[in-house]
């Protein structure tokens, strides 16, 4: 399992990790399997989008504050429900599956870290399984 260190900078942003849990998959030696990605944060998540246009992040980021906005009376006292909402409706794993030893993405596929309450310093682990063959 690789531990992979993500440093956000502000409340509310994605990180495209794509080039991170490649380099994880390569460094396992699977050929053909399956990683997993886990976020072992309640503010953040990890998702599957599109990495060819810098704007999509930025339309999901304002979709999840229309769905979850930061002012809207929440009973827990922190200030950042807004975030545990954001990272349950995202999610905290995904799983990918893993041929001739690189992940199976389509062309403008990419994986992302969504930050919902940073800036912070963040950890992501993946995990591969399979075959080294």
């Known amino acids: 399992m690789d531990a992979i260190s993500v440093n956000t900078t ?4 994605m990180i495209d990790v794509t080039a991170q849990v490649r ?3 390569r460094k ?9 990605c886990f976020v072992p944060h309640t503010t953040a998540a990890i998702t ?3 990495n060819a246009d810098g704007t999509v992040p930025e339309d999901i980021l304002e979709g999840l504050a229309r769905i979850a906005p930061a002012d809207a009376g929440y009973a827990h006292s922190e200030g950042n429900s807004d ?3 954001k990272s ?3 999610g905290c794993q995904l799983s990918v599956l893993v041929e001739k030893g690189e992940p199976v993405l389509g062309t403008w596929q990419g994986i992302w870290f969504c930050e919902f309450d940073g800036p912070r310093a963040r950890k992501m682990y993946v995990k591969v399984v ?3 063959m």
């Open 83 to 85: 975030a545990h909402i």
């Open 28 to 36: 396992s030696g699977v050929k053909s399997g399956l990683l997993t």
């Open 130 to 132: 399979g075959d080294a």
């Open 10 to 13: 502000s409340r509310c942003q």
């Open 48 to 50: 599957i989008n599109e």
């Open 88 to 90: 349950s409706l995202v």
């Open 23 to 25: 380099a994880a998959v």
